[in-house]
């Protein structure tokens, strides 16, 4: 039947129907009252009583039958939701492959349905759609199937909002991520002629230049004004006006998030543009630019509580990525699309980019509605973590339902090794060389009993209890193993058995994986004991190394030398430098706050190997010796 036929006769009621060929054979009504009275075609009921048809209702059956139908659209859509989807073409195929190998009856070209069968099957169910999905890496599949790092991360964050009385008030709790902002549009499309091999936009730049903007949000709505972080040497004037009021800009060299410009974010913006009530909560991924000591010190001081996403867990987890982000980019393009309209050919220069900028903060997309639906889909306000952990077991379902064999063999399916002259079978395949090994399936981490969530309207203070969860894959499957045709099961057991993994002959991925790199792949609260004395123990290490490297600093002679993370000694015989041109106007000492410009009074100095402060000699408790091969940290850094 062709997509375009239109039916000549209405359909009728198959019940109607019924009841009009029984007054019909008892007599009690004629053929044309009857058809009247029913709502039903006169020749089709004639048809019915005499005995010329036999089925009620109209068209032929279909293939597979409504059962299967319906049991292959649960499947299809449980793929999807589970990161393995499957294309139009591909459900053709396995559909003939399944017909073939049933022995069903059907009326399909060469034994592969056509366009037409698929149009008719989606519209029999209408909850299937065709979207092009997002490209997601293995590292991040492994990590939202990996149900233990989210309930540690779920316990994590309720024992910090509970203990710091901030889990009914999101005003508290804050997401910060960068993201680049393209100059020039992409994502929108064009009316053109059918049939046009190459279709361009004219642009003003390279299309592919981008502007980092730090932005964050809170769990009650609202937006703090962005970071600009242009790529450069040095910031102009220009290129920080008329931009969102309270937009702070920086530059570093390449245009990325770097460790002292998270810094200036967290102490010359986040801070000012927060309330003053405390304790608040900060979460973001754990780059490596996000997480310092200097920024752990600070974090501390104002009483912040900074909170470490799992890793690869962002797409899930991280509420600007989930619920704002998106419509914030598709609103940027339309702006950038209206910007190359009334100016054709010219780019979007630095000095332009804070006016647009403006215009996209004053937007619907930021903010409001989307940030709580963003904070709300992560399921942490409301406290609700049953959707993810739900969403956790779905994928080790599928994982748990593919077959797994305990000896993988590179042998071809129903034929045997050859054995050699020294005994031992030998290894053959069906062009006579070694297979590579291969590894195209995504293998899932181990299941761990894990925690069943309270739902929204539940208690957040209650414990998450232990829920069983399906076993996961331990070893990969070899497609010598695996049975493309099955004899017996279901549409859907025939579905997922397509998607058993290749052979890996690989070594187990995570056997040289060190404990703590495991660790890291947890959330963690930064500004615990714990970690902070981590990072001051990592700090430590790295300067001893690195001092090591460079040796000590030699206090003799005149002029300045270099030690461990840049201490410096100033001996007395140095009075006649020019220390006005080494340091900056306010120069004091850590310790009793005197100005080190002033040589009578400071005879030498020595550098703090964590915040790169300077105190005097005297007030370090250090000797000559020790400050000239020992590292030194400061009081502030290092209580005693």
């Known amino acids: 039947m062709g997509r375009n036929y239109v039916r000549k006769r209405e359909m009728y009621d198959t019940a109607a ?48 039958g409504p059962e299967v139908e319906n049991e292959l659209a649960e499947c299809l859509q449980f793929l999807a ?23 069903i009856d059907h009326v399909f070209t060469d034994g592969l349905p056509g366009d037409d069968w698929m149009h008719d099957f989606e519209k029999r169910h209408p909850q299937l759609t065709c979207r092009k999905p997002e490209q997601l890496k293995k590292t991040r599949v492994k990590a939202i199937t990996n149900r233990e790092i989210f309930e540690d991360f779920f316990e994590l964050f309720r024992k910090l909002c509970n203990e710091n009385n901030i889990m009914n008030n999101p005003s508290r709790i804050y997401n910060v991520d960068e ?43 609202t937006m703090l004004p962005p970071y600009v972080i ?19 800009f920086n530059t570093t060299d390449k245009g990325w998030m770097e460790k002292e410009c998270f810094l200036d974010w967290f102490t010359k913006h986040f801070i000012p543009n927060i309330p003053p009530a405390r304790p608040v909560l900060l979460m973001f991924d754990g ?62 220069t630095k000095e332009l980019f804070p006016g647009l900028l403006k215009q996209l903060w004053a ?30 077991d779905n994928q080790l379902e599928l994982v748990a339902s593919i077959p797994t064999p305990t000896t993988p063999s590179s042998t071809p399916s ?21 297979a590579p090994s291969t590894s195209s399936g995504v293998s899932a981490p181990t299941a761990s009993s894990g925690l069943s969530a309270p739902t929204a309207s539940s208690d957040a203070s209650a414990p998450l209890t232990r ?47 060190r404990s703590k790199a495991v660790k890291r792949q947890f959330a963690e609260s930064l500004t615990s004991d714990e970690c902070y004395q981590r990072l001051l123990n990592e700090q430590t290490e790295k300067a001893t190394k690195k001092g090591k490297g460079k040796g000590a600093a030699n206090i003799k002679g005149k002029g300045k030398k270099k030690g461990g993370k840049g201490k410096l000694l100033l001996d007395e015989s140095d009075s006649d430098m020019d220390i006005e041109d080494e340091f900056p106007s306010k120069f004091n000492c850590l310790m009793c706050d005197v100005d080190l410009h002033d040589v009578r009074k400071c005879k030498m100095s020595v550098q703090c190997d964590i915040c790169d402060g300077w105190c005097r000699l005297s007030c370090s408790e250090m000797s000559v010796e020790e400050a000239a091969t020992d590292d030194f940290h400061c009081k502030k850094c290092v209580p005693r």
């Not at 058809?35 to 279909?62: E, S």
């Not at 940030?371 to 609700?384: I, Q, T, Y």
């Open 17 to 64: 129907m019924e009841m009009a060929v029984q007054q019909c054979r008892k007599g009690r009504m004629g053929y044309k009252k009857a058809a009247k009275t029913f709502n039903v075609n006169l020749y089709t009921l004639k048809d019915q009583v005499r005995g010329k048809r036999t089925k009620m209702g109209a068209g032929r059956p279909t293939v597979l």
């Open 81 to 103: 939701n589970s990161g393995f989807g499957f294309t139009r073409q591909e459900v053709k195929e396995h559909v003939g492959e399944y017909v073939v190998t049933k022995g």
């Open 179 to 221: 993201s680049g902002f393209p100059l020039d549009a992409s994502k929108s499309k064009v009316l053109c002629q059918k049939g046009v091999k190459q279709l361009f936009n004219v642009i003003g730049g390279s299309g592919r230049e981008q502007i980092t903007v730090n932005g964050c949000c809170c769990a009650d709505g």
């Open 230 to 248: 242009y790529a450069a040497k040095n910031l102009r004037l220009k290129w920080t006006e008329d931009g969102p009021e309270g937009t702070n």
């Open 287 to 348: 780059h490596s630019s996000h997480i310092t000591l200097k920024l752990v010190i600070e974090a501390r001081k104002e009483n912040v509580i900074l909170l470490k996403l799992p890793s690869n867990s962002t797409s899930v987890l991280q509420p600007l990525d989930v619920g704002v982000y998106g419509p914030v980019k598709v609103a940027w393009d339309k702006l950038l699309l209206k910007f190359s309209r009334q100016n054709l050919g010219a780019p979007l």
């Open 363 to 392: 937007h619907e997309a930021v903010g409001g509605q989307n940030v709580k639906a963003g904070f709300k889909k992560c399921g942490l306000v409301p406290f609700n973590p049953g959707p993810i952990l739900n969403k956790c």
């Open 414 to 434: 129903g034929e045997s090794a050859p054995s050699t002259s020294s005994g031992e079978s030998a290894p053959s395949t069906s062009s006579g060389e070694s």
């Open 467 to 513: 829920a069983a969860t399906p076993s996961s894959l331990e070893e990969p499957c070899s497609p010598a193993s695996r049975s493309s045709t099955p004899s017996d099961g279901s549409i859907k057991d025939f579905f997922v058995k397509k998607l058993t993994p290749l052979l890996n002959t690989r070594k187990n991925e995570t056997s040289g994986i």
